[in-house]
């Protein structure tokens, strides 16, 4: 079952296949559905993805393919019929709006995520929270799945991996990661850490990249991933 947004979307890019053989862009959606920010769109496209009302063309992760729609009515246009008729359909955006100085050539949406702020021992994600703050990225810098927040890096523990002091980082919300990823790490519920997690038998080894650093071990109920790195912005 949709939600009215997720509904109201579906059909709105439905109706602009079929009448224009163009998906709209994130702009034309955010002010169809009269929301806030790109980010809020973001969402509602994965979700659905996910529930399997649209697809998204491999390796293009900006164009869309209406595969169904609710209480059965079928998607019409060229995006009608299958994989074998579907003609991609790329949503453009203005990438300068997201960084000024890009280059005109550059053919980007733009998504607005939340910045949390620095990321800094003793201040949980919870707490840096603030709705106000936000940073304009391409989005094909995001995954598929989940949520995504951006913060920024307080420190050079991890400027071996190539992430220094000042970079804007762009977070995947998750609970899990893979062995080896960089992970936004809460500790003992009241400190938060940007660091390689490393998990050795029972333990869980929060590595930075900085040999000026010490690896620290942890109870496996003492450490909790809030988010696992994607990508950053840096500004010279």
Do not use: C, W
């Not at 079928?74 to 990438?95: E, M, N």
């Not at 990661?177 to 998990?199: M, P, Q, S």
């Not at 909790?224 to 840096?234: A, D, E, F, T």
Request: net charge neutral; charged share 25%; hydrophobic share 40%.
């Amino acid at each position: 079952m949709l939600t009215k947004k997720q509904h109201e979307l579906l059909i709105f890019i439905s109706e602009r296949l079929n009448d224009d053989g163009v998906s709209p862009s994130f702009e034309e959606m955010k002010e169809a559905l009269n929301l806030r920010s790109k980010s809020g769109i973001h969402r509602l496209i994965s979700a659905l993805e996910e529930r399997g009302f649209i697809r998204r063309l491999a390796h293009r992760a900006r164009a869309l393919e209406v595969v169904r729609l609710p209480d059965g009515l079928v998607p019409t246009g060229p995006s009608a019929g299958g994989r074998s008729k579907f003609s991609p359909t790329v949503i453009r955006g203005d990438f300068k709006a997201a960084l000024p100085g890009a280059p005109a050539s550059i053919d980007a949406e733009a998504v607005e995520l939340p910045l949390y702020g620095r990321i800094a021992a003793g201040t949980p994600i919870e707490a840096l929270r603030d709705s106000t703050m936000t940073v304009g990225i391409p989005a094909s810098m995001l995954s598929a799945q989940g949520d995504h927040y951006a913060l920024e890096v307080a420190g050079d523990s991890m400027i071996d991996a190539g992430v220094l002091d000042g970079d804007t980082v762009i977070i995947q919300q998750t609970d899990h990661a893979e062995n080896g990823a960089i992970v936004v790490a809460l500790v003992d519920d009241n400190e938060v850490t940007l660091k390689r997690l490393r998990r050795k038998g029972a333990s869980i080894a929060l590595e930075p990249a900085n040999k000026a650093y010490e690896t620290r071990i942890f109870g496996p109920d003492r450490v909790k991933v809030q988010g696992r790195l994607i990508g950053l912005i840096r500004r010279y």
